[in-house]
């Protein structure tokens, strides 16, 4: 198990922005690459974003592109998730992933990332 620690989460207004922070705790010559999931109650977990280790590799739900910035910093080996116009509809424990560069990795499949942190709250209200 590699330990994440996600944090940033909040409380904020309809159009407000948040950035999440997700860091590994336990640190590798290779590196890992990372991931944001969301769920809301009584909703199924989804795909937000993903960035590989060296950063070429990035991805965004549809919901999401345009308004939600994923980036990594190697040296900090954190992820960061900059979120920006934010809706109601965002509102939602968010989920940092990683798996380790050189492992299977689809980026937008769940079960890919053998990594989980334990979650941060966003909170949109109208």
């Known amino acids: 198990q590699v330990p994440l620690v996600e944090s940033g989460g909040g409380s904020v207004q309809a159009g407000g922005s948040l950035r999440l922070s997700c860091a590994a705790t336990?640190?590798?010559?290779?590196?890992?690459?990372m991931g944001w999931f969301r769920q809301a109650p009584g909703q199924e977990r989804e795909f937000v974003a993903s960035?590989?280790?060296?950063?070429?590799?990035?991805i965004y739900a549809s919901s999401v592109k345009g308004r939600f910035t994923i980036s990594i910093d190697n040296d900090e080996y954190t992820t960061y998730l900059q979120m920006k116009s934010l809706k109601p509809e965002d509102s939602a424990q968010y989920f940092c992933?990683?798996?380790?560069?050189?492992?299977?990795?689809?980026?937008?499949?769940?079960?890919?990332?053998?990594?989980w942190g334990q979650g941060t709250q966003v909170t949109v209200s109208e």
């Open positions: 336990t640190r590798t010559y290779n590196g890992y690459h």
């Open positions: 960035v590989s280790w060296s950063g070429r590799n990035i």
């Open positions: 992933a990683a798996q380790d560069v050189g492992g299977v990795w689809d980026p937008p499949m769940q079960h890919t990332y053998p990594y």
